[in-house]
């Protein structure tokens, strides 16, 4: 098998004009897992709770109780953005563990790709920068519209427009520079570790397919879960900065 690694991901059909990539189909393979473990973990809710319900109302609970102190006490605060910080946490976490199955980087559009370079059929969804970049423009575009919510336009606006000094008024230009420069550093942090240990376990499988490869592939499926929970955690923090006035 030859090293083949592309930044861009494959194209594989089209449906009514739109090109569909291999990124994109385990996207909706991702979000499909994630709707139907919702829908059978909701029907398997009691009011007596066994091992597995008490597990996971604690995980919850923890992760409420979390936010809840992130938020300064706020609990309509962390009930209110719980399900966004979850959701992204769940997707990029089970995207990122998507890329150890079999079949992933394997099997191709039209065969076997264990011989021959070839299309695969899946992808690593975070392997794609449209991917990240799309999930750093919800998460930015919420992080602002949750301050000037919360403080209001005007007030929002003056933590980066200040105009009663020329040093206060540099300092709101480079706050300015750093809530635009967000979008870069959510999308490209992602996309760079999870395609970084990609490429590095690829060129494991190349020099010694058996063995080796295993110590690799444990160190990125921990990377995996770390960088999804790095990116919740930055969401949610940097919406408690947006909504907080800007004297504190």
């Known amino acids: 098998m030859d090293i083949h690694i592309v930044i861009a991901s494959e194209r594989i059909g089209e449906w009514m004009g ?3 990539t291999n990124t994109l189909l385990t996207s ?18 009691t009011y007596k709770p066994g091992r597995v319900q008490n597990a996971v109302e604690g ?31 769940l997707f990029v976490w ?12 394997s099997i191709g559009v039209t065969g076997d790709c264990g011989r021959a370079v070839c299309e695969p059929l899946f992808r ?17 575009m919420v992080t602002e519209v949750a301050g000037i919510v ?19 008024f540099f300092i709101g230009l480079i706050e300015l520079v750093s809530e ?18 990609e490429a590095l376990i690829v060129v494991m499988m190349y020099f010694l397919p058996v063995g080796l490869p295993i110590p690799f592939m444990l160190f990125e499926m921990f990377v995996g879960f770390m960088q999804a929970a790095i990116f919740a955690l930055l969401t949610l923090f940097f919406i408690k900065l947006a909504m907080t006035p800007a004297q504190h």
């Not at 690593?124 to 930015?140: F, K, R, W």
């Not at 635009?180 to 240990?197: E, H, K, P, Q, W």
């Open 94 to 105: 089970l995207a990122n563990w998507m890329e150890f199955l079999p079949g992933f980087g």
């Open 150 to 168: 919360a403080l209001g336009l005007w007030r929002y606006t003056g933590k980066f427009l200040v105009f009663t000094s020329p040093l206060k």
């Open 18 to 20: 739109l090109p569909i």
């Open 59 to 89: 995980l919850f609970a923890f992760v409420l109780d979390f936010m809840t102190e992130a938020f300064e006490g706020n609990r309509k605060h962390a009930l209110f953005f719980f399900p966004l910080i979850a959701t992204i946490f």
């Open 124 to 140: 690593s969804v975070n392997t794609d920068l449209n991917v990240t970049i799309a999930l750093a423009v919800i998460a930015v």
């Open 28 to 45: 909706w393979i991702v979000m499909g897992i994630l709707v139907v473990f919702a829908l059978v973990v909701s029907r398997m809710l």
């Open 180 to 197: 635009a420069s967000r979008l870069i550093s959510f999308s490209f942090r992602l996309f760079g570790n999870i395609f970084a240990g």
